[in-house]
């Protein structure tokens, strides 16, 4: 039996106490207001359409986008199922949207502490983990915890599999390496090939801890690899068979395309990652990370030493992986926090071990209250900023234009006015078109028309310059409503092309 991270007094840390704050600490930044901003105008809203067309068309192996199969976004539908499964229950909406997300980060934290818990007998190692990931940037975001995006169901399956495979690697239980192929199951038919990008560290990890004969002798790997094929193999040949040229897209989309070269421009340099994570998404944190690696792989705790060493082979593997490829998008990195958080977490604990056993403010205060002392300083300022970003919830300035009509039919959904008829927007409109069709299931009558096809007496709202610059040139128009970027204007008249 290998030693384990000494867990803190008893008397000082009951057993409950740790679960109970992770619980209250994590339901404020990840669930308050969640659907306070309107759709998000690429993905996100994509997502939102291909659920309510799943919903309302009832087709649940071939995603839809404006009623054909999606040859776009070819991911498999796991996040779309459970956004169509929430829709059915609660409504369609933002709401019902992002709820997947949400709880997937909120499992990825649980699973975290219990994983420290259990393994290194050190629930406050992942309390501050938590806490880390929670009050980070680049986690807490738009296209992860609280979006309708992938990345955080892809976090969590992920994060949880290579959680199994440590559990594996160090106990030896069948059971743990089932789990881990069931998990990775689940992320590929999240997010297709980007599941797997673990596994080169994983590789590398059991190689380093003289596991990886014992892997290809273990009966349930193949068990589990024959769950792996079949399940995702199946899913890719019935969407082939019910959509023609499906794996075809998903090759340029997802596999050679979008790895070898840059797909629709997202084109940077190789040190795009860390300098993003430094600079912002995880920069409150980031000096730490190097210490963490250093006081954990020389800790005299075995069991800490090999977390350690499974969190370094995790995050540099990956990260190198991205970091070379020809597409970088921002959230690509969003398996990386987790990580992140777990390896800076490992300083804070120590100091925080100290705290709990130090004997000198003893001598002046009959409390020992130098540990609680000790983490409100830490995470007062960071858990106080995320919470105003997600309590009160605001565009950037630089959304603002972009959004103003998506504002506007977000109230209207709910029982806002509703003074426009019309929908002119000559770009992406997704975010817009979810909403046009809401409420004309709601009994409303509102539809995009082209700006050169309006009519007398329709109501047109515009946001686009261009837009509405050939609105007021084209038509004799009055404005109904007008608020930042938006106007909504009643056709009067149309003038005459000259001959």
Known sequence: MTERTATLPPTISPRWLVPL????????PLFMHLDTLPLRIWDESRQAISAWEMLRGGDWLVAHFYGQPDMWSTKPPMLIWLQTTFFALIGPGELGLRLPSAIAAFLTGWFLLRTTTRQLSAPWLGLIACLLLYTSDGYIHMHVARSGDYDALLVLFMSTSAWALFRWSVDGKPRDLLWFFVLLTLGTL??????????????IFLLARKRLLALFKARMLYLGLGVFVLCVGGFYLLRESANPGYLQ????????????????????????????????????WWMLVPVGMLIGLVHREERLRQWTLLLICLGTTYLY?????????????APLFPVLAALAAIPIHVVLQWTFTEQWSATFLSRRVLPWLFLFVVFVQPYSAVIGRTYFPKEYPWDEDIYAASHYL??????????????????????????????NEQGHEIQSVNKHELQVGQRAMATEGYVKEVIERSYDHEILHEQGALRIYRITGIHEEPS
């Not at 704050?21 to 404020?28: C, E, Y």
């Not at 070379?324 to 990195?333: C, H, I, V």
């Not at 929908?423 to 809401?438: E, G, K, Q, R, S």
Request: charged fraction near 15%; charge should be negative; proline fraction near 3%.
């Open 410 to 439: 977000h109230k209207a959904v709910r029982g806002g006015p509703l003074e426009a008829n019309v929908l002119c927007h000559d770009t992406y409109n997704a975010h817009l078109m979810f909403y046009l069709m809401v409420l």
């Open 321 to 333: 992986v991205i970091s070379s490829a020809g597409t970088k998008l921002e959230w690509y990195a």
């Open 21 to 28: 704050l992770f619980v209250l600490t994590a339901i404020w």
């Open 190 to 203: 999240t997010k297709s090939v980007q599941a797997l990008l673990f596994i080169p560290g994983l590789g």
């Open 249 to 284: 897209a998903v090759w340029m989309n997802e596999l050679g395309g979008r790895y070898g070269g840059s797909l629709e421009g997202h084109e940077e340099p190789w040190s795009f990652y860390t300098d993003m994570l430094m600079d912002h998404h995880f920069n409150l």
